[in-house]
């Protein structure tokens, strides 16, 4: 059985060279956009100090093989055993993730010029999508309220009451579990609070139906997705 010949992989130690540095710089200015990125929301801060290695792996792999059609084979084979076993939650994280390797498909291949105007470009996309995004937190916040009512003096069990409060004084109140049992009122809901005073006047006005009932309050808009 004939297999494939090993053709001679040529290629510039001039031009690798250039391309790891302009890499290296890229790849640096990526992390350090993740790492102020991270600051404003929960994202995982170790994964910026990868992401440079990330992108100056995938340069290195891309400039071995591609001058090679039974590299460029035997690597489909090597990376179809590769398994990442930490979970991705935040499509931000995916996002640079994937830039990165960009970044190395494009040295790796020699299109500086798609690697130092794309990159930039990109992070002024996200630039750009997360300014607007705090401007659209600051009009509203999503809050994960809990609600906790006894009914210890025999009195029906105010569910109409307690959610009609609650839509009364916030914006989309989403009901997602409501618990009825041995005479106690449980229900959680995602809403949408405006302001501090729209906070203020919610939990007062619960507090009036019922003084012994127990309020939660969970700021939900920073959290990872689940």
Partial sequence: ?????????????????????????????????????????????????ALPAIGLTTLLVITVVKSSLALSLGLVGALS?????????????LAYIFLSIALGLSLGADQREAALIGVPFILLIFSIGSLMSDKRSKKSVNVHLTIKVSNDKGRSIPLEKVTSIVNDHTTNANFQRIDIQDNQLLINCIMAIKSEQETENLLNKLLEFDPSASISLLDDSTYPNE
Avoid: W
């Fill in 81 to 93: 055993i590769v398994r990442f076993r930490t979970p991705i939650k935040e499509p931000e994280e």
């Fill in 1 to 49: 059985m004939n297999s494939l010949p090993l053709s001679p992989i040529n290629f510039s130690l001039f031009d690798l060279s250039i391309n790891l540095g302009i890499g290296f710089l890229l790849s640096t200015i990526i992390s350090i956009h993740y790492l102020h990125r991270s600051k404003t929301r929960i994202l995982r801060k170790d994964l910026a100090y």
